[in-house]
């Protein structure tokens, strides 16, 4: 970590992403999510994403208001390398500038973060196997951040879009955590192959007609979104699921709700958790990695 001069003459500190690649307990991030949640975060009440066409890519704005610090991070996507950007953090009392954080980095253990709070609390107690589709920073992070929260994981197996010689059937009915963490803008297997106590996280498709499981999966399993208003506007395979008539918005399970234990799962069905992503779990991650949360 380093320090950059403000302007008024704060030692604003820089958390870079080999600081981020230091910190070798994905735990952390995972422990401040679930904090934020059981004290109440309203993650309904985040701001929504900005995206904004700009010459040879986009930019990407998630600010939010939702946490106890103000935050915004600030992304360009098409350049080289292809993402690159920052994750500003004011304290929300003195609304001063608190840290800086490098963007790609923060994402990749966001992200697996998020996923891995989700298998915290949907996955069964001992599960054996991890499947994980992908094999991108997404994938890998996923790996060590899902066997963080669940050591009992002895097999994993990741499938790249390359699947000559692979049998996908076979993995995914003996699989007990799924992750698909791919570009994939269809379905990347086969739900009717899926053990009924199975966890799947679906983290990939971030656009309406994009998803990377089936409306079979949708209306078969226990569904546990972020919240409800950042699925209608982003989880393709929410939305749907639920113009195929799978299920309704209403059917879904909030990942505070979970975590408070105002809904519980059906323990006979698969769960599905779709994360989107949310500018509130980037300030918090951010802020508990740079020490000021």
């Known amino acids: 970590m380093t320090t950059t001069d403000h302007p008024q003459g704060l030692q604003l500190p820089f958390v870079d992403a080999a600081a981020i690649a230091a910190i070798d307990d994905p735990l952390r991030a995972v422990d401040a999510l679930e904090a934020a949640l059981a004290d109440g975060l309203d993650a309904e009440r985040d701001l929504a994403k900005q995206i904004l066409p700009i010459a040879g890519g986009e930019l990407l704005l998630m600010p939010t208001t939702a946490t ?4 915004v991070k600030v992304l360009t996507v098409g350049g080289d390398p292809l993402i690159q950007g920052v994750c500003l953090v004011f304290d929300g009392a003195t609304l001063a500038p608190a840290a800086l954080v490098d963007g790609p980095a923060l994402t990749a253990v966001r992200t697996s973060a998020v996923s ?3 298998v915290r609390h949907l996955a069964i107690e001992q599960p054996r196997s991890l499947l994980v589709f992908g ?3 997404q994938a890998h992070a996923h790996v060590r951040a899902v066997t963080a929260v669940r050591p009992s994981i002895e097999q994993v197996t990741l499938v790249g879009s390359d699947r000559s010689g692979v049998d996908v059937d ?3 009915a003996a699989a007990d955590v799924v992750c698909c963490c791919t570009t994939a803008r269809e379905p990347v297997f086969d739900s009717t192959r899926l053990p009924a106590h199975a966890t799947v996280v679906a983290v990939g498709a971030h656009h309406l007609d994009a998803r990377e499981t089936d409306a079979a999966l949708v209306g078969r399993a226990t569904v546990v979104v972020e919240s409800r208003a950042s699925a209608l506007r ?3 395979d929410v939305v749907l699921g639920i113009e195929a008539g799978a299920l309704t918005i209403e059917d ?3 990942l505070g709700e979970l ?7 059906d323990a006979t069905r698969p769960r599905l958790f779709k994360s989107t992503g949310m500018a509130w779990e980037d300030a918090v991650v951010a802020a508990s990695l740079a020490g000021v949360a």
Do not use: F
């Open 116 to 118: 891995a709070l989700a």
């Open 234 to 236: 982003e989880a393709g």
């Open 259 to 265: 975590v408070r234990g105002e809904r519980r799962i």
């Open 135 to 137: 094999r991108g920073v």
């Open 170 to 172: 076979a993995l995914v």
């Open 68 to 71: 106890r610090h103000v935050a």
């Open 252 to 254: 879904a399970i909030t």
